[in-house]
């Protein structure tokens, strides 16, 4: 008996097929490589391959974030995925989503913060605010790395993102370079709160956190402005 065909379905299948075929013969020629170690991806890899997933040094006791904020301001909580280093493979995902334009990366990186971070601790919040870049410089770089971030988390946990509520008023130096004492006062007055976060309660993203000084100057002018309380995420920290 001849296998019939159904000619509305076959044709969806057939370009299906060669998209596919297409998509698997670029891969071969440039196939997608690992943010930190540059190897060729496995087709069910995503940005980081297996062996740079495992290695990523994940923070385990919270207390090193929080140690940065304690007796500086009021806060709740205090949480990061990753601990950053000089050199290791978390600066090279750092670089990947600041500075080399890797967006997709970035949404990846937020999935994976919102799957490892989020708990019932934050079961009342009313939404995520990423610490945002001044006009001039999210210009430049055509996108804001801890808003994708932010974007990405909302999508595993389903907190809203408002960016809004927080803008910076001032284009400030990069902090990368600068000692503990110029990092505060580099950003001690650069960041205005809209009087629409009285009564909420909010999470403050940032991509990556060394001393403190821009999420507590973040804090600052929501409290100022009424947000009732504030807890503070980054993808890496500092130890």
Known sequence: MPIKVNPLNSEPKTENFLIASFQDFISLIYPD??????????????????????????????????NKFMGKIPYHT????????????VQNLLDEIKYKNNQELALYLGQKM?????????????????????????KKRGY??????????????GLPIFTQLLTRTKATETQTLKQRFARWTNV?????????????????LDDVLTTGATLV??????????????????????V
């Open 33 to 66: 490589t690992c943010c930190c170690c540059e190897t060729a991806l496995a087709k069910a890899e995503m940005h980081i391959c297996l062996g740079c997933e495992i290695a990523l040094p994940i923070i385990i006791d919270q207390t090193i974030v929080g």
């Open 78 to 89: 205090s949480v990061a995925l990753y601990q950053y280093a000089k050199l290791n493979s």
């Open 114 to 138: 919102g799957k490892n971070l989020m708990d019932k601790s934050f079961d009342n919040y009313d939404g995520i605010v990423p610490v945002p870049l001044h006009q001039s410089k999210q």
């Open 144 to 157: 804001n790395q801890s808003e994708l971030l932010a974007k990405g988390m909302s999508e595993t946990c």
């Open 188 to 204: 001690e007055t650069v960041f205005s709160a809209n009087e629409k976060v009285q009564g909420m309660k909010l999470i403050l």
């Open 217 to 238: 100057a973040c804090a600052e002018s929501l409290l100022k402005k009424g947000s009732t309380e504030i807890s503070f995420m980054a993808l890496a920290s500092a």
